[in-house]
């Protein structure tokens, strides 16, 4: 197996793991598989050669539009999801973020929202006293774009306060479940 073949198969299967069941829970039939196959063909490449949080942003946003065409319930929010989970998966990967030259999207990355991350996002925003939009959840399949850049803001001034990138505060909310 050469190296290609090899970091092909990591990409499999960070797709195939970064959507399951309880990732995907109470959506249509179909969701996961949908979901795996379209991040299973994604171009990594694009994501790397992305050297402004601008183009990282562009690519971003054309690619959960992309995701969101091929999910049943054609969900924004699910397609960021998946999306902000498979990314994290990648750049937490030492081979494909070797591989696909990703290390320095870090910091651009967004924390992957539910319904978790987003309680923990009120009460850090509470205990930081950090004045902003209230933020407001009905659940990942009816989040729209404009909520979830507020969330995304919030993020940031939480992850700044702790000191690290936002993308990692998932692991901080999944702890506290």
Known sequence: MGKK???????WRVARTSVGASTARGMPKKTVEKARKYLESLSLEKFGRCHTVASFHSLLGKTTVGLQRKLPNHSWGAARKFLNIFLRGIV?????????????IEPWLEVPLDSYVAKGLKKDQKLLDKSGPVLKWSGVTDLEELVSQDYQNVATEVAKHVGIHRIHLDLKYWVDR
């Open 92 to 104: 937490y990967h030492r081979f494909l973020c070797k591989g696909y030259r990703l290390h320095h």
């Open 5 to 11: 073949e090899f970091v092909k198969l990591l990409h």
